[in-house]
């Protein structure tokens, strides 16, 4: 998963083309098969080799390029000769890696690495995708023996070798132990949007009562999901890395063979399969990207590099060298929908309504198919996040213990979802001929579910992952045609954008405006720094004495609110919101 820094702190304006595409005049070999033809006449066969979209090829004496001499697969091609083949199980280095101190070992699809962190003036972190090389830092800690803990109204948590801080506050919530013990955690005495009329604490669910559109949800409620036929085709817009020449290291039957592989793992038998399309490849001159590190990856999802090639929604999958993450190499990476996988935010800092897949050269068979499964919302099954927000029924205050944590375990923990198994991961775990799993803790996971790393094992997804992932797919089709053009223009207060957004208002050149934009991680009533911070359709409002919070513009329909005029606000506004302390 790629989570992108947040260097933006403004609004980013609508995404346009960008001159960083190889103009349809310098058409490269990645739009169509190379020709194979035979040596010309008075040539001298098998002259020489030289290396063409990544694989070698014979020359002859004239110089002309003319047949495949071999095929490199996922290695790379050097001076017209394959890179050797990688050694059996990966020489012995684990999947997921491991830190020696501060050297990074690895495995790049079954090639061994080394890194020096120590080198770098880096240390190495472990985290959930394997090693990485992490800057010097005062907040450097291990999970292990840091907890989380609560620091009045903050939870510090140590996360991937980082502590962390969470302002509680900005969830609605107080710092605290659940009922049900164990780490501390924000918890959520009530849901942040509550129907008055409503006496369940943990909150009332909202009646499904619409027409039924193909979303992963039960629109109409009648105990049926999706069952008003398929959903549209998901387009695949391939952009392939090439150098100055226009030359890079995918042919176009190395294209074909990516995109029939994901459309085979997404297809299912039962009413949740995805049809995916491949709509166009575009080559992107920028050999600087033909080894993207995350400093790249933040220019390329920013700029209009991949974006903005076609009027409907379309998934961006970049084709390059090698991808690298704080220095060290991955098979691919994929930012996931405004942050979240599995139901769950991952990335407190604002995200890009668009995003991208990016896969190196070296990468294993399911690796296209599992990045795909994070652009949908998924995340690893090994994931092991903190559960930094509870939602909770405070129960009878009169009796002492009546709380209860208002989800489901499942539904919080690893990867947030219900019918996947619990997954220690394979640094745990060991796996027979037969892809059958026996882990240290006793668990079963399935080596064969395309969001493990059990490369060799992975097939396909569950059915709620299948679900999950046509709810992503239905937010970021509304959010696409939100993010070009005129950015959909809004009124604060109107319903106007679509599920995921909110209207906020900025100031340009020609003075204030209203848009669309992607809903921050801060919930109504919760203490925020900006504008970019709430979700819900709230504005970040300051208060004389006291600290910004997130408060919805209302109406006499807003759900759990008392609406009222307050002095410096263009409209109305729903006091409890501004009152609320968790």
Avoid at 259 to 264: G, K
Avoid at 289 to 313: H, I, K, M, N, T
Avoid at 497 to 524: A, H, I, K, N, Q
């Amino acid at each position: 998963m790629l989570g992108l820094s947040p260097r933006r702190a403004a609004h980013e304006p609508a995404i346009a083309a960008e001159e960083e595409v190889v103009p349809s005049e310098s058409e490269p070999r990645v739009w169509r098969p190379r020709e194979i033809v035979e040596p010309a006449p008075g040539c001298a066969p098998r002259a020489d080799r030289r290396c063409v979209e990544g694989d070698a090829w014979w020359v002859d004496g004239c110089g002309v390029t003319y047949a495949k001499a071999q095929e490199c697969g996922i290695g790379g091609c050097d001076a017209g000769e394959c890179e050797p083949e990688p050694p059996p199980g990966c020489g012995g280095v684990p999947l997921l890696g491991y830190c020696d101190g501060d050297v990074a070992h690895g495995c790049e699809a079954g090639y061994p690495y080394a890194v020096d962190c120590g080198a770098l003036g880096r240390r190495c972190v472990t985290t959930e995708e394997g090693p990485l090389c992490r800057v010097l830092s005062d907040d450097a800690c291990d999970p292990v023996a840091e907890p989380p803990r609560c620091d009045g109204v903050e939870l510090v948590a140590c996360v991937e070798g980082e502590r962390q801080r969470v302002d509680c506050r900005g969830h609605g919530a107080i710092c605290g132990r659940p009922p049900t013990g164990g780490a501390a955690a924000c918890l959520q005495l009530r849901p942040p949007v509550m129907p008055d009329d409503c006496d369940d604490a943990c909150g009332c669910p909202s009646r499904a009562d619409a027409e039924e559109v193909c979303d992963g949800l039960d629109n109409d409620g009648d105990g049926w999901i999706d069952e008003s036929g398929a959903c549209p085709p998901v387009d695949l817009v391939v952009f392939v890395v090439v150098d100055e020449q226009g030359e890079g290291s995918y042919a176009r039957d190395d294209i074909d063979k990516e995109v029939s592989r994901m459309q085979r793992y997404f297809a299912r038998e039962d009413d949740y399969g995805l049809e995916l399309r491949l709509a166009d490849v575009v080559p992107l001159r920028r050999p600087e990207w033909l080894e993207l590190d995350g400093d790249d990856l933040d220019q390329l999802v920013r700029s209009g590099a991949v974006a903005g090639r076609r009027e409907d929604f379309y998934v961006p999958v970049v084709l390059t060298d090698r991808v690298l993450v704080e220095d060290i190499p991955r098979p691919g990476l994929s930012t996931v929908p405004n942050g979240v996988c599995g139901g769950q935010r991952r990335m407190a800092s604002p995200q890009p309504a668009l995003g991208v897949v990016a896969l190196a050269k070296r990468r294993w068979e399911t690796t296209g198919a599992h990045e795909l499964g994070h652009f949908f919302g998924l995340c690893h099954t090994h994931a092991d996040p903190p559960q930094l927000v509870l939602p909770l029924d405070v129960g009878d205050p009169e009796r002492e213990g009546d709380e209860r944590v208002c989800v489901e375990p499942c539904g919080i923990d690893g990867d947030g979802i219900c019918d996947t198994p619990i997954d220690p991961g394979p640094t745990q775990c060991t796996l027979d001929a037969e892809c059958i799993a026996e882990c240290d803790d006793g668990s079963s996971p399935d080596p064969g579910n395309l969001m493990g790393y059990y490369p060799a094992c992975r097939q396909g997804f569950t059915e709620q992952q299948a679900q999950l992932m046509r709810r992503s797919i239905a937010l970021r089709r509304g959010w696409y045609r939100c993010s070009l053009g005129d950015g959909c223009p809004c009124e604060i207060g109107g319903e106007a954008c679509p599920e995921g957004m909110s209207c906020r208002r900025f100031v340009g050149d020609e003075g204030p405006y209203e848009r669309c934009t992607l809903d921050g991680p801060v919930v109504p009533g919760g203490v925020c720094r900006g504008g970019l911070d709430c979700s819900e359709g709230a504005q970040c409002i300051g208060q004389p004495e006291g600290e910004s919070r997130c408060v919805r513009p209302c109406n006499d329909q807003t759900v759990g609110c008392q609406c009222a005029e307050v002095g410096g606000v263009s409209h109305a506004i729903c006091v409890d919101d501004l009152a609320r302390e968790g």
